[in-house]
Protein backbone atom coordinates (compact mmCIF):
# COMPACT_ATOMS: atom_id res chain seq x y z
CA UNK A 1 0.00 0.00 0.00
CA UNK A 2 1.66 3.28 -1.05
CA UNK A 3 0.59 6.54 0.29
CA UNK A 4 -2.31 7.09 -2.46
CA UNK A 5 -3.93 3.95 -1.60
CA UNK A 6 -5.33 5.28 1.69
CA UNK A 7 -6.56 8.37 3.40
CA UNK A 8 -6.97 9.01 7.26
CA UNK A 9 -10.92 9.94 8.02
CA UNK A 10 -12.62 12.35 10.38
CA UNK A 11 -11.54 10.48 13.67
CA UNK A 12 -8.23 9.68 11.94
CA UNK A 13 -8.49 6.21 11.14
CA UNK A 14 -7.04 5.09 7.83
CA UNK A 15 -9.67 4.12 5.17
CA UNK A 16 -8.96 2.92 1.75
CA UNK A 17 -9.53 5.19 -0.88
CA UNK A 18 -12.10 3.67 -3.49
CA UNK A 19 -10.08 2.41 -6.86
CA UNK A 20 -11.70 5.93 -8.97
CA UNK A 21 -9.63 8.07 -6.65
CA UNK A 22 -6.68 6.55 -6.86
CA UNK A 23 -6.53 6.66 -10.59
CA UNK A 24 -7.09 10.36 -10.67
CA UNK A 25 -4.09 11.13 -8.33
CA UNK A 26 -1.74 9.45 -10.74
CA UNK A 27 0.84 12.09 -11.88
CA UNK A 28 -0.44 11.80 -15.66
CA UNK A 29 -3.84 13.27 -14.49
CA UNK A 30 -2.35 16.74 -13.09
CA UNK A 31 -1.20 18.20 -16.26
CA UNK A 32 -3.51 21.40 -15.97
CA UNK A 33 -1.19 22.33 -12.66
CA UNK A 34 1.86 20.92 -14.82
CA UNK A 35 1.36 23.56 -17.58
CA UNK A 36 0.34 26.81 -15.14
CA UNK A 37 3.73 25.73 -12.84
CA UNK A 38 5.60 25.47 -16.62
CA UNK A 39 4.22 29.08 -17.07
CA UNK A 40 5.25 30.14 -14.00
CA UNK A 41 8.81 28.76 -13.81
CA UNK A 42 9.25 31.31 -17.39
CA UNK A 43 8.26 34.22 -15.33
CA UNK A 44 10.33 33.23 -12.60
CA UNK A 45 13.24 32.59 -15.24
CA UNK A 46 12.78 36.07 -16.77
CA UNK A 47 12.62 37.78 -13.81
CA UNK A 48 16.38 35.95 -12.91
CA UNK A 49 17.48 37.10 -15.89
CA UNK A 50 17.13 40.53 -15.41
CA UNK A 51 13.21 40.93 -17.29
CA UNK A 52 11.06 42.42 -14.49
CA UNK A 53 8.50 43.34 -16.16
CA UNK A 54 7.85 40.42 -19.04
CA UNK A 55 8.23 38.11 -16.25
CA UNK A 56 5.68 39.72 -13.80
CA UNK A 57 3.55 39.71 -17.17
CA UNK A 58 4.42 35.89 -17.56
CA UNK A 59 3.53 35.36 -14.06
CA UNK A 60 0.02 36.92 -13.98
CA UNK A 61 -0.45 34.85 -16.92
CA UNK A 62 -0.13 31.61 -14.96
CA UNK A 63 -2.31 32.90 -12.46
CA UNK A 64 -5.34 33.53 -15.50
CA UNK A 65 -4.64 30.23 -17.39
CA UNK A 66 -5.36 28.44 -13.75
CA UNK A 67 -8.29 30.88 -13.75
CA UNK A 68 -9.24 29.91 -17.03
CA UNK A 69 -8.73 25.96 -16.45
CA UNK A 70 -9.68 26.18 -13.32
CA UNK A 71 -13.29 27.48 -14.64
CA UNK A 72 -13.45 25.30 -17.63
CA UNK A 73 -12.39 22.06 -16.12
CA UNK A 74 -14.55 19.49 -13.98
CA UNK A 75 -13.44 19.00 -9.98
CA UNK A 76 -12.04 16.05 -11.27
CA UNK A 77 -10.03 17.08 -14.24
CA UNK A 78 -8.61 20.05 -12.54
CA UNK A 79 -6.77 17.84 -10.48
CA UNK A 80 -4.61 19.87 -8.06
CA UNK A 81 -6.14 22.91 -9.43
CA UNK A 82 -8.91 22.12 -6.71
CA UNK A 83 -8.65 23.84 -3.56
CA UNK A 84 -12.12 25.25 -2.66
CA UNK A 85 -15.30 25.85 -4.10
CA UNK A 86 -15.01 26.59 -7.80
CA UNK A 87 -16.64 29.93 -7.28
CA UNK A 88 -13.35 30.79 -4.91
CA UNK A 89 -10.63 29.03 -6.59
CA UNK A 90 -11.76 31.38 -9.44
CA UNK A 91 -11.90 34.62 -7.58
CA UNK A 92 -8.62 34.35 -6.09
CA UNK A 93 -6.94 33.35 -8.87
CA UNK A 94 -8.54 36.09 -10.85
CA UNK A 95 -7.61 38.39 -8.38
CA UNK A 96 -3.91 36.81 -8.01
CA UNK A 97 -3.36 37.57 -11.93
CA UNK A 98 -4.99 41.09 -11.90
CA UNK A 99 -2.19 42.14 -8.80
CA UNK A 100 0.65 40.59 -10.58
CA UNK A 101 -0.43 42.31 -13.45
CA UNK A 102 -0.62 45.59 -11.51
CA UNK A 103 3.07 45.18 -9.61
CA UNK A 104 4.50 44.55 -13.02
CA UNK A 105 3.08 48.26 -14.30
CA UNK A 106 3.14 50.14 -11.22
CA UNK A 107 7.00 49.31 -10.30
CA UNK A 108 9.31 51.78 -12.67
CA UNK A 109 11.70 50.24 -15.27
CA UNK A 110 15.58 51.36 -13.95
CA UNK A 111 17.13 54.24 -16.14
Known amino acids: MNEFDSTADRT ?11 RRMRPATQWPIAVVLVI ?7 VALGAFRAGTVTMACSAWVAFLLRLVLSDKQAGLLVVRRR ?11 LLALILAFWVPIPK
Not at 12 to 22: D, H, I, K, S, T
Open 12 to 22: GAVVPLPRGAQ
Open 40 to 46: LGVGLLL
Open 87 to 97: SVDTWILGLLG
